[in-house]
């Protein structure tokens, strides 16, 4: 199982961006999907997560500014993130809970992380 992760970049306090992460390989099934971000100097720390069926949560600090959604049909989860603050500069990381072919239980597995930089 493979997490690809895409859409970071450099913008402007104000602007937006959407990350995406998709899933691939020998998957029976994803459970929750999620975002975690880590910023120089600091511990990794959750951002959003959605469940098998859609439900979100989000960490305090993005409330009302991010949002998470899933596309099932495509094992891939995103992460839209509007007026972005430069306190979001960070490495965004996707972490998905996947059961294998062949598994009885699920694993969390993460994808490479992607590198938002939002100047003042």
């Known amino acids: 199982v493979q997490l690809q992760a895409s859409g970071g970049g450099l913008v402007q306090a104000g602007g937006s961006l959407r990350l995406s992460c998709a899933a691939s390989?020998?998957?029976?099934?994803?459970?929750?999907m999620s975002w975690y971000r880590q910023a120089p100097g600091k511990q990794r720390e959750s951002v959003a997560a959605i469940t098998g069926v859609g439900s979100p949560n989000y960490a305090d600090s993005v409330k009302g500014r991010f949002t998470i959604s899933r596309d099932n049909a495509k094992n891939t989860v995103y992460l839209q993130m509007n007026s972005l603050k430069p306190e979001d500069t960070a490495v965004y990381y996707c972490?998905?809970?996947?059961?294998?072919?062949?598994?009885?239980?699920?694993?969390?597995?993460w994808g490479k992380g992607t590198q938002v930089t939002v100047s003042s």
């Open positions: 972490n998905a809970h996947i059961t294998v072919n062949g598994a009885y239980f699920g694993s969390h597995y």
């Open positions: 390989g020998s998957i029976l099934n994803i459970n929750s």
